[in-house]
């Protein structure tokens, strides 16, 4: 089976950074992604790493060691805008590697 | 170009009633998922379906939940009889190929009394 752990919540202040992390077990692993779903919204793409390392998209950053079996998402620059839900997600050998599963989320408050 | 479409956007109906929702995906996509999520058990894969054929359905709760998907443009997901227990918002989301970029819909909250 798979599992995934998230921090539950987290809260910083504008203009701060943060880091969401995310473990995982899978049997077998391809990939692990992160979405972003602000309330009442539906999850949005945010980015997606196979290999390690650091992918980079403006503001936000993520990471992934597939030999700790662990990845973060940095946010930086927080803006009020940013307060949502994160949600990360793998996607691993199961069912020819279309098995998806997401993680519990992590809901960010960014305070003024 | 018009994102993943989901009808309707609300249902609420009563216990024993049947259900239907409906989801029309990116065109060109070859990828179609349906979600559910709740607050008890976050966002849960219910169903996929890779140009139109139904691939892996063992997220699907039991008998009482079937999905169709009849042509390239046009996926239903049924609940019959509902219950109480089925209220959570149900997501469907497409993508182009076999990558982790998929697009959501604007889901349906469905409320069974």
């Keep these: 089976g798979q599992s995934l752990e998230q921090p539950s919540e987290v809260t910083a202040v504008e203009g701060a950074i943060v880091q969401i992390n995310c473990t995982y077990q899978t049997s077998g692993f391809y990939g692990l992604s992160w979405y972003q779903q602000h309330d009442g919204g539906a999850p949005t793409f945010l980015s997606y790493n196979a290999l390690d390392g650091l992918e980079e998209t403006g503001r936000f950053s993520s990471f992934l060691s597939r030999s700790d079996s662990y990845g973060y998402l940095l946010l930086q620059e927080l803006q009020m805008k940013d307060s949502a839900s994160y949600f990360c997600a793998v996607r691993d050998s199961e069912n020819y590697g279309q098995n998806f599963v997401f993680g519990p989320g992590t809901r960010l408050s960014v305070l003024p | 170009d018009a994102g993943v479409i989901q009808s309707p956007r609300h249902e609420v109906t009563e216990m024993g009633q049947e259900v239907t929702l409906r989801c029309k995906p990116i065109s060109g996509h070859d990828y179609l998922f349906w979600y559910r999520q709740t607050m008890m058990r976050g966002l849960e894969l219910l169903i996929y379906f890779n140009n139109n054929v139904p691939i892996d359905d063992s997220g699907m709760p039991e008998d009482r939940f079937s ?17 109480p227990r089925d209220s959570a918002v149900y997501f469907c989301a497409s993508s182009l190929d076999a990558t982790d970029t998929q697009y959501f819909g604007p889901g349906t909250r469905l409320t069974v009394l």
């Design chain 2, 67 to 83: 999905a169709k998907m009849p042509n390239a443009s046009f996926s239903t997901l049924k609940i019959q009889p509902s219950e």
